[in-house]
């Protein structure tokens, strides 16, 4: 499988890109939208960063709690509930006065719930495509993400100024139920990947066998740190310029959808491992600009290049499976994800609070730098083939035990 055009005719992809497509362009502009609503009723760029990014922080939640469901519950069914929740989420978060610890009651509920979503819809992705269609697949959603976030920032900026942030807010619930009805007419009725019934035992279990592997962990590192880092850089756009915020998150989406392009399908297999690190340098580096303050310009063309950097995360997904039982591709994946996201909750986190006694650029910069010395402090760990020797492995539905010199120490 070498084209997109050999991935779209493949049964049952198209509906589940238009749903991850939806689901982003939902949560794009609704973020858009409550960042602009905070902001405005506590002139707090924190408060603002985590309403915004506050959902991947809960998302922590989630991973220690529903990830065992990914493989054990219907894809369909998991799919379309989780997007009703959404819909009913976002639109509760527009009521007029809402107390604001009630809004972030809200966001951090359906945050927990996105780290389930997540890992359902990327474990099925590995159900509907062969293993060497995966990262191709993986690629033209995330595009779709890029292309979604491009959109949902600029029609949000629109509609924020248009309809009013409410307004906007009902809109995104609205594109939640869509995903709903193409999850239930679109995909077929699959069974679940595993037995058993899920537990927060049993995700706990999962956890600690993905966790035992070495390489695994450095995989995870790589994933979830320097790309959450940057992200709190991200997180302060609003506050460092209000009225351009809009255009800032779309050349970053812009940036994202350039670099999958290039890393998913331009780039051959053996170049995309060798440029796994520089494109996690590429990620940060542009950001240290924001230090000196640049025009608008500059910085708008620094965010679009350092999101090119984004695309490290396919050779590392790659890397990922190769080192994974297929029975617990699910879990893997959702680990992987929602880790990712709750770092980035993490470093918006982080960011804010070192913007209220400096300055958001200053705050921007210095996320930056963390993550370039992430970057250079993981390349150690990361070198090597990921197929050999294979951490761990999958024998009549069970779990072999890694081997001692692979384990934790």
């Known amino acids: 499988m070498r084209t997109y055009s050999e991935v779209f005719r493949t049964p049952?992809?198209?509906?589940?890109?238009?749903?991850?497509?939806?689901?982003?362009?939902?949560?794009?502009?609704?973020?858009?939208?409550?960042?602009?609503?905070?902001?405005?009723?506590?002139?707090?760029?924190?408060?603002?960063?985590?309403?915004?990014?506050?959902?991947s922080l809960a998302q922590v939640a989630g991973a220690l709690a529903l990830l065992s469901a990914a493989d054990r519950l219907p894809p369909r069914a998991a799919l379309s509930g989780l997007a009703v929740l959404f819909a009913l989420g976002t639109a509760a978060l527009a009521l007029p006065g809402l107390p604001v610890a009630a809004v972030f009651a809200l966001v951090f509920g359906m945050g927990a719930a996105a780290a389930l979503g997540g890992a359902v819809r990327y474990g099925l992705?590995?159900?509907?495509?062969?293993?060497?269609?995966?990262?191709?697949?993986?690629s033209v959603i995330n595009m779709s993400g890029g292309t979604m976030q491009i959109g949902g920032y600029a029609a949000g900026g629109l509609l924020v100024t248009a309809l009013s942030a409410r307004g906007t807010?009902?809109?995104?619930?609205?594109?939640?139920?869509?995903?709903?009805?193409?999850?239930?007419?679109?995909l077929s009725g699959r069974p679940a990947r595993a037995g058993g019934r899920p537990s927060v035992t049993e995700t706990w279990r999962v956890n600690a066998r993905l966790w035992s592997s070495a390489p695994r962990r450095h995989v995870y590192y790589a994933l979830w740190v320097p790309n959450g880092l940057i992200v709190g850089s991200e997180s302060l756009f609003v506050p460092y310029a209000p009225r351009h915020a809009g255009l800032l998150f779309a050349a970053g989406s812009l940036g994202m959808l350039l670099g999958d392009l290039l890393t998913g399908r331009l780039l051959p297999p053996h170049r995309r491992?060798?440029?796994?690190?520089?494109?996690?340098?590429?990620?940060?580096?542009?950001?240290?600009?924001?230090?000196?303050?640049?025009?608008?310009?500059?910085?708008?063309?620094?965010?679009?290049?350092?999101?090119?950097?984004?695309?490290?995360?396919?050779?590392?997904?790659?890397?990922?499976m190769a080192l994974t039982p297929d029975a617990?591709?699910?879990?893997?994946?959702?680990?992987h994800s929602s880790g990712m996201l709750t770092m980035q909750g993490v470093s918006a986190a982080l960011?804010?609070?070192?913007?209220?006694?400096?300055?958001?650029?200053?705050?921007?910069?210095?996320?930056?730098?963390?993550?370039?010395?992430?970057?250079?402090?993981?390349?150690?760990?990361?070198?090597?083939?990921?197929?050999?020797?294979?951490?761990?492995?999958?024998?009549?539905?069970?779990?072999?035990e890694a081997a001692p010199e692979e384990r934790a120490p």
């Open 125 to 138: 992705l590995t159900e509907i495509l062969p293993k060497e269609g995966y990262l191709l697949g993986r």
């Open 351 to 400: 960011a804010g609070a070192l913007a209220q006694p400096t300055s958001p650029a200053v705050a921007m910069a210095t996320m930056a730098a963390v993550s370039v010395a992430v970057t250079l402090a993981l390349a150690p760990g990361l070198r090597g083939d990921p197929a050999a020797p294979r951490q761990v492995a999958a024998s009549a539905g069970r779990f072999e």
């Open 273 to 320: 491992e060798r440029l796994a690190a520089p494109l996690r340098l590429l990620l940060a580096v542009p950001y240290l600009v924001f230090a000196l303050r640049p025009p608008l310009p500059l910085a708008l063309a620094a965010v679009a290049l350092a999101s090119i950097g984004f695309s490290a995360t396919l050779p590392l997904q790659q890397r990922l």
């Open 328 to 335: 617990m591709s699910g879990q893997a994946l959702g680990l």
């Open 169 to 186: 807010l009902l809109t995104a619930a609205a594109l939640y139920l869509l995903a709903a009805a193409v999850a239930r007419v679109g």
């Open 12 to 55: 049952e992809f198209t509906p589940l890109f238009l749903i991850s497509a939806t689901q982003v362009a939902a949560s794009t502009a609704s973020g858009l939208a409550l960042g602009t609503l905070v902001y405005a009723a506590t002139g707090s760029p924190l408060l603002s960063a985590l309403s915004m990014f506050g959902p």
